[in-house]
């Protein structure tokens, strides 16, 4: 005769993550990263080295990390020749509205006559 309990579902304790929470952002406000494993001296640094001086391989995180920082700095170059583009256009914008409206005021009517003589003699 074998003995089956059965445990009500209300009954299991639930399990409670607030201390990791809690712990994670501790670390973000810190300056830190989220994951403790994610990045340090023992994560980048090779796992054995030669005795001869010879550099060791990348390792497979370091290699990605790697290429996602070119990744990021492309960005950054392409982002900021379209920021001086931009600047560039804006200027230009600007500089051809005050040469347009110097134009106008340039060609508005001007007096005739007895007004010029008067002005001239002044």
């Known amino acids: 005769m074998s003995l089956i ?4 579902y209300n009954a299991v304790r639930s399990f409670s993550s607030t201390l990791v929470r809690d712990t994670k952002q501790w670390r973000v ?36 990390r790697m290429l996602k920082q070119r990744e990021y700095a492309a960005q950054i170059v392409e982002m900021c020749a379209e920021l001086d583009f931009a600047k560039e256009r804006h200027q230009n914008l600007l500089k051809a509205e005050a040469e347009e409206k110097q134009k106008y005021i340039e060609s508005r009517l001007k007096p005739k006559g007895n ?8």
């Open 5 to 8: 309990l059965r445990i009500p």
């Open 29 to 64: 406000s810190q300056g830190l990263p989220a994951n403790r494993n994610a990045e340090g001296i023992l994560t980048d640094g090779p796992d054995y080295t030669f005795l001869d001086g010879r550099p060791t391989p990348l390792l497979h995180k370091q290699k990605l």
């Open 115 to 122: 007004m010029l003589s008067r002005n001239s003699k002044k």
